[in-house]
Each structure stands twice: as C-alpha cells, then as structure tokens.
T-cell receptor, first 113, second 109 residues
Framework: DAGVIQSPRHEVTEMGQEVTLRCKPI?????LFWYRQTMMRGLELLIY????????DSGMPEDRFSAKMPNASFSTLKIQPSEPRDSAVYFC???????????FGSGTRLTVV | KQEVTQIPAALSVPEGENLVLNCSFT??????LQWFRQDPGKGLTSLLL?????REQTSGRLNASLDKSSGRSTLYIAASQPGDSATYLC????????FGTGTSLTVIP
C-alpha cells in the first residue's frame, strides 16, 4: 500500500479564494481524520469519519470549512473563502479501528496571502 | 484545554546517550497511546502503538511504556544517534483524540 496520499503538497492562494485539499486513505481503513498543525496550536483534530460518515466535526473552526467523504477511498477538505489565518499544514490520517494506530499522510502546506 | 503534556519541550544530548521522553495525560480512560516522530517539514511517522491493555512496546532501540494509573507514558531511546533528531509526539486515544505538543530532540554528533 502506498500509504495515505494527500494532494497537493503545497498550496499558495490569495485571500478569499476557495481551497480544496484531497486525501486518499489506506485501503481497508474505516476511519479518516483531518488535522491542522500550526506552531501556535500544535495538532488540532478538525473532523473524522467512520465508514464515510462524519462522526465528529466539532473541531472545524468555522462554517468556511467543510469536509466530505463520498466514498471509502477519497475525502476532501474545503475552505471557502480562505483567510490568511488558515495558513497551516493540513494532515489526513487513517486507521483501521477506533483508537487504532494512525497512519498519516505527508500533509498539505497551505499558505493564504 | 491541554489534555496531553510533553516534557521537556526541547532536549539536546550527545550521541550515544540513552534518553527518556515523557508524556502525561489527564484522562485515564484511554484506548491506546501512540508515539510519532516528525522531521522538519514532514509528516508524522508512527513509532510505537501501545494498546490500552498493554504496558509497553519495543521496536529496535525504542521502548515505550504506558501507566494508565499515573497517566503517563515514556519513550526510551537507547544509544541515541544524530538521525534520531526530530520532534517526538505522543497521542492518546480515548473518547476524543489528543496530541501532545511534542519534544524537540537534538542528538549532537
């Protein structure tokens, strides 16, 4: 397995633009997580899915953020409109079971100017 | 609210030393605890996963222990090498998921 695959690796966009981050979890993993990492706040859980269904989105900072998982092999995190304070590294992770070991993707470094 | 604390925030040791990284948490109702390393500008690499029913796990020069009663986990690195230089994060999985803020380790050749 190629692991958790995220795209793009880097994204630079202007304030107000829509940004879409993509994630392909490990095949067979039932859980998918979106995290955001900043120097100030460390790793923050944004949302997680179980069997493609959003379970907990309490970490999503604002309505500007939305996440979908249309099937078991693909998820998106969308920010619309983007703001400079959204600049961070966004990680996707998947796991086989609740509380099971995470496997992380390489992350998407987002810069909003 | 800080649920997982890692001390120290930074550590610098000479090559060859054995060292211990600490992780403490306030909620004993955990499922599992996992240790990761993160290299600058990179993602997180899983090192060791300790199931809630286990007390420790070992992989090569690494040994992680879990003491739920005291709310602590430690990561022991034997015979440290410059390639071990990275940030080490612990994460606990209970009713919610929390990561520590990490310990930045530098091993000096």
């Amino acid at each position: 397995d190629a692991g958790v695959i995220q795209s793009p690796r880097h994204e630079v966009t202007e304030m107000g633009q829509e940004v879409t981050l993509r994630c392909k979890p490990i095949s067979g993993h039932d859980y998918l997580f979106w995290y955001r990492q900043t120097m100030m706040r460390g790793l923050e859980l944004l949302i997680y899915f179980n069997n493609n269904v959003p379970i907990d989105d309490s970490g999503m900072p604002e309505d500007r953020f939305s996440a979908k998982m249309p099937n078991a092999s693909f998820s998106t995190l969308k920010i619309q409109p983007s703001e400079p304070r959204d600049s961070a590294v966004y990680f996707c992770a998947s796991s086989l079971a609740h509380g099971g070991g995470y496997t992380f993707g390489s992350g998407t470094r987002l810069t909003v100017v | 609210k800080q649920e997982v604390t890692q001390i120290p925030a930074a550590l610098s040791v000479p090559e060859g030393e054995n060292l211990v990284l600490n992780c403490s948490f306030t909620d004993s109702a955990i499922y599992n605890l996992q240790w990761f390393r993160q290299d600058p500008g990179k993602g997180l690499t899983s090192l060791l996963l300790i199931q809630s029913s286990q007390r420790e796990q070992t992989s090569g020069r690494l040994n992680a222990s879990l003491d739920k009663s005291s709310g602590r986990s430690t990561l022991y690195i034997a015979a440290s090498q410059p390639g071990d230089s990275a940030t080490y994060l612990c994460a606990r999985f209970g009713n919610q998921f929390y990561f520590g803020t990490g310990t930045s380790l530098t091993v000096i050749p």
